[in-house]
């Protein structure tokens, strides 16, 4: 087994988004990690308050997009444990599905710009690399379902991908 840098632990989320007509909901990040690229909206949970991973991403929807759902409106579609992204930190992410649809495009805030996107189109944005086979292949494999993923992320290594579990 490859030896796990000591490193800061993070739990975030991210929450997939869909216009009235299926089209993806993306932001165009301004801020590390993930500078530039394109991503769901999401974001870090506030352990110290004791946030739940359902209640950051009812908390981040507001915030980003300024639409009110409840934790009724999402999937738990699975999570993914990262280690040593981007050589930084570990993460813990939890990937939701919102049965709500957005309407409009979202005006832009400090984190970045929105935009919407086919899914086909979003293999040709600049997206973070490990996202490629990470996130998107499990989006379209497990968004009605569930699946438990482990990656190891180190830097100047290929990208280790383990299914814990797939329902």
Wanted: charged share 25%; proline share 6%.
């Amino acid at each position: 087994m490859t030896e796990i840098a000591t490193l800061p632990f993070k739990i975030s989320v991210l929450v997939f988004l869909r216009s009235e007509d299926g089209r993806l909901l993306l932001i165009q990040r301004r801020k590390a990690p993930n500078l530039g690229c394109w991503s769901p909206i999401g974001g870090k949970l506030e352990m110290a308050l004791g946030e739940s991973p359902f209640e950051c991403a009812v908390r981040e929807v507001h915030e980003e997009v300024q639409l009110k759902i409840a934790t009724d409106d999402l999937h738990l579609f699975g999570y993914v444990s990262e280690k040593s992204f981007e050589g930084s930190g570990h993460w813990l992410m939890f990937l939701f599905d919102c049965k709500v649809t957005i309407s409009a495009l979202p005006p832009e805030i400090d984190e970045g710009h929105f935009a919407f996107f086919t899914r086909e189109a979003i293999n040709t944005l600049a997206i973070p690399p490990s996202d490629h086979q990470l996130v998107w292949p499990y989006y379209d494999s497990h968004r009605k379902r569930f699946v438990a993923l482990r990656a190891d992320c180190h830097p100047g290594q290929e990208l280790e991908i383990v299914v814990e579990q797939s329902l």
